[in-house]
């Protein structure tokens, strides 16, 4: 391999180039990042024609004791469910010590812990003066971890609803633990939006740390989101329509994602994307639905108020605090402006059957949309990398989504942009990963193999602008779509082997690829060499990746051009990600299994000769002045 350090002879990687894709599947923000512990809180899961039900809350009581249904008397006008919970004994008669009601389970169990606080925050009014006990109780031996007595006094008797509010800290742990609203006095009660929220999310923003951290340290530089398929929905009244995700959280609607199967209360909506993209300072890039579901799609005649609620949804974005949509915006505690400069007509239209539909429609987004904001940059998903020639209608970037299902694939298309066109639109490949056997729910086979795209995406950086693997998250009790980033549940994550090529490959925003020629017969090695200057001291690192499919041990002559042998030191760090085993994956039992370790390399210089372990993706990091 010989890399030649010369800036000149190099190219610039786009500073956007390494970024995160997220997409509501997997339970990855409902029960996931967003840290909402309530399942279902307002009692709507069964969507707005149909009678609500109340999963997964369940009744503590005997049926004789209390009754349970939904009635359309909520005080907030955009969800009208409510529970009506009637009591039939109290403390004198009949009732069990510990009272009766209703009891949420969360998503897969509710974390909480000893020392920690949550804000309990929900709607109420009752037909008696009755009081009311909330709790989280452990799932071991039902013990109590926390638990505060609400007296609803006088008012409570009044048919007028009132928010309760307490934040209550918990005494001991349990992983798996429920919220319980109960009483043991007789009467009525209607209860609605039952939140229970941990205090310590990031920045109050209502992420969950633990998984907010995994993604801030693979350094993102765009966010796109809020999917993938997510946005279209099977049918357009399952899409994700942003205005109602927006607003009070009591009065968001929640909506049924059809595609992967599950019921949204719509806390992380909209703004919380652009707040999200904020925290991660990254660039937020909006995937909007333009008419179009998988099963069903409006007309071009009716595309005119889609158009409208696209160019609202920047208003919401960009506008000022004083404009229609910006002040719903300013209203939610955000009144500077989200710095959205991307957004991306609909998601994957173009590469189905539904291209004349997407095509016919993408126009009418198009035009508006540059002339209300004409510095903002439009996606289309129409791929062109495969063309020799650019992309065929306006657009500033195109998407590029792939999931092979062997190794062998995923590695010989880093070559995917070797030929496509050097003018016109740039890609976005806002999706890729292996799946299938080969990847599992994460091997090392994928990672290496997926390493060996990113290093051909680097090479190609003056066509491909951004990258973002896909899924990011998966919720381990809800595996919807395998192998995913990050894996978690209610207090444990970890990354599989792919998320820690991402973090292999974090510096590569703004850094320069260089020159190199890697001179080998061997068709499973890829090698690359980028340089950046360390934010930290102001020193350049040269770093040089090897990656090898091969299974065998591989020896490689590194020459180093452009440097004086003074400045390279004798001793640099290596980084290897490789396992015994390719098939390896990470686990909550063994999460640091398939993990990059760093040693030091003894036997540094200009020239160096290497041995690059089977099934491995190796970096060699040489600081010089
Ligand atoms: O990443 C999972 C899904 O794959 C996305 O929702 C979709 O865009 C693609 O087909």
């Not at 190099?10 to 990855?28: C, D, L, R, S």
């Not at 974005?317 to 229609?324: F, I, L, Y």
């Not at 496509?420 to 599992?440: I, M, N, W």
Request: with cysteine; glycine share 8%; aromatic share 10%.
């Amino acid at each position: 391999l010989i890399v030649n350090t010369s800036i000149s002879l190099g190219k610039q990687i786009p500073n956007t180039f390494m970024g995160v894709f997220f997409e509501e599947i997997n339970h990855a923000g409902v029960g996931g990042l967003w840290a909402e512990l309530v399942s279902n809180r307002g009692f709507e899961a069964g969507g707005e024609n149909d009678p609500s039900n109340i999963y997964p809350w369940t009744i503590i009581g005997d049926k004789s004791l209390i009754q349970v249904s939904i009635d359309q008397t909520s005080c907030f006008e955009r969800n009208k469910n409510a529970l009506k919970m009637e009591v039939h004994c109290d403390n004198s008669y009949s009732c069990p010590p510990d009272g009766i009601g209703i009891s949420n389970p969360g998503f897969w169990g509710m974390n909480i812990e000893k020392g920690k606080k949550y804000k309990v925050v929900f709607y109420v009014r009752s037909t008696e003066e009755i009081d009311l006990k909330i709790s989280f109780v452990g799932s071991d031996d039902a013990v109590k971890l926390a638990s505060t007595d609400i007296n609803l006094g006088i008012d409570g008797k009044t048919s007028k609803w009132r928010k309760v509010e307490h934040v209550i800290e918990a005494n001991a742990t349990n992983h798996n633990s429920s919220l319980q609203i109960t009483t043991t006095g007789k009467g009525v009660v209607w209860l609605d939006q039952v939140s229970a929220m941990p205090l310590d999310t990031y920045k109050g923003h209502g992420f969950r740390n633990d998984l907010f951290q995994m993604v801030e340290e693979l350094k993102p530089r765009i966010f796109r989101f809020p999917g993938g398929c997510y946005v279209e929905g099977n049918v357009s009244k399952n899409a994700f329509r942003w205005k109602q995700t927006v607003g009070s959280w009591e009065n968001r609607p929640g909506h049924y994602g059809d595609v992967w199967g599950y019921w949204t209360d719509d806390g992380f909506g909209y703004f919380e994307g652009l707040q999200l993209a904020e925290d991660l300072n990254a660039l937020p890039i909006w995937v909007f639905n333009n008419g179009i579901s998988l099963y069903e799609h409006v007309n071009i005649s009716d595309i005119s108020p889609i158009v409208q609620e696209v160019l609202d949804g920047i208003e919401f974005a960009r506008g000022s605090p004083t404009s229609k949509w910006g002040s719903i915006r300013g209203s939610m505690g955000h009144p500077n402006p989200f710095d959205l400069r991307y957004v991306a007509v609909g998601n994957e239209e173009c590469e189905r059957d539904l291209k004349a539909t997407y095509l016919e429609t993408y126009p009418k987004f198009y035009d508006a949309i540059k002339q209300a904001y004409p510095d903002i940059q439009i996606i289309s998903n129409c791929d062109a990398s495969t063309s020799k020639l650019p992309l065929n209608h306006p657009a500033d970037l195109y998407d590029y989504h792939r999931y092979p299902k062997s190794a062998n694939d995923m590695f010989h298309m880093a070559q995917d942009f070797d030929h496509t066109s050097r003018t016109g639109p740039k890609a976005f490949v806002s999706e890729y990963a292996l799946t299938g056997d080969e990847a599992g729910y994460g091997t090392l086979l994928a990672a290496v193999a997926e390493a060996a795209f990113l290093i051909g995406l680097e090479k190609n950086s003056d066509v491909v602008n951004m990258v973002s693997y896909a899924p990011l998250f998966v919720n381990a009790n809800d595996r919807r779509w395998n192998p995913d980033a990050i894996v978690f549940d209610s207090h444990k994550v970890y990354g599989t082997p792919s998320y820690w090529v991402l973090k292999l490959f974090k510096e590569s925003n703004g850094a320069t690829f260089l020159n190199s020629i890697l001179q080998t017969n061997s068709s499973t090695l890829a090698a690359s060499a980028i340089s950046w200057k360390s934010s930290i001291d102001g020193k350049s690192i040269l770093r040089i990746k090897v990656v090898n499919l091969e299974s065998k041990t591989v020896n490689v002559d590194i020459l180093i051009d452009g440097l004086e042998s003074s400045v390279v030191h004798s001793k640099l760090t290596r980084t290897v990600l490789t396992s015994s085993n390719v098939m390896d994956e990470n686990s909550f039992l063994q999460p640091n299994k398939v993990v990059p370790k760093e040693s030091v390399f003894e036997n540094a210089g200009k020239i160096m000769n290497v041995e690059i372990d089977p099934h491995s993706v190796t970096l060699f990091d040489i600081p010089y002045v």
